[in-house]
């Protein structure tokens, strides 16, 4: 008997593959998992666009404040202060107000005005003759949610420091993501 049952083994052990219910078990399981793998690659490619708008916007913004920063700072005197509007004297490098052409670098900056005026989704700046607000509004940026952009020390009648702050939809979700920067008006005491 023992004899017999050690030739069975032997048969047994020889016997090399996969049963059927092993490579159906195995078949289902990679099913799942490459289920799983096409949903998550499906859902990183449908995101990435909106992921990379936002990114985008919010380099901008940083560039736009940097900007608007650099601006007060050249600047001479706020002449009109607000929440949503700055509208404040500064030397500019064109050769007119509101033109396009830039001054030759030996010649001085002229003095121009220079307004920036924000509304709950977007930001524009207008740069006319010294003593006027009106000209040609260009949007410089869009993307924010609220209108609530500059802060003024040490009080809003005389400004010698302006804090400009953008709120712009938080890319994680809820509440809003917020850069900010500020600056003195550098030549406020100079005068001109």
């Known amino acids: 008997m023992l004899r017999l049952l050690s030739s069975r083994l032997r ?4 016997e090399a593959g996969i049963s059927l219910v ?21 859902g990183a490619v449908r995101d990435q666009p909106k992921i990379s708008k936002q990114s985008q916007n919010i380099t901008t913004a940083r560039w736009v404040l940097e900007r608007m920063a650099r601006e007060i700072r050249s600047g001479i005197a706020v002449t009109s202060a607000g929440t949503s509007k700055l509208s404040f004297e500064g030397y500019v490098r064109h050769s007119t ?5 830039l001054l030759e670098a030996t010649k001085p900056p ?3 005005s220079i307004t920036y005026e924000c509304s709950t989704t977007a930001c524009s700046r207008i740069e006319s003759p010294k003593g006027s607000t009106s000209g040609t509004p260009q949007r410089i940026f869009s993307g ?12 809003v009648t005389t400004p010698t420091y302006v804090k400009v702050t953008l709120r712009l939809p938080n890319p994680g979700g809820t509440g809003a993501l917020t850069i900010s920067n500020g600056a003195s008006l550098r030549n406020a005491t100079l005068g001109y």
């Open 97 to 101: 107000c509101g033109g396009n052409a």
């Open 22 to 42: 092993e490579i159906l078990v195995a078949s289902a399981l990679s099913v799942v998992v490459m289920g799983a793998v096409v949903t998550l690659v499906i």
């Open 144 to 155: 924010i949610n609220s209108s609530q952009i500059f802060t003024y020390a040490p009080n």
């Open 11 to 14: 048969l047994v052990r020889s």
């Open 110 to 112: 002229i003095v121009c």
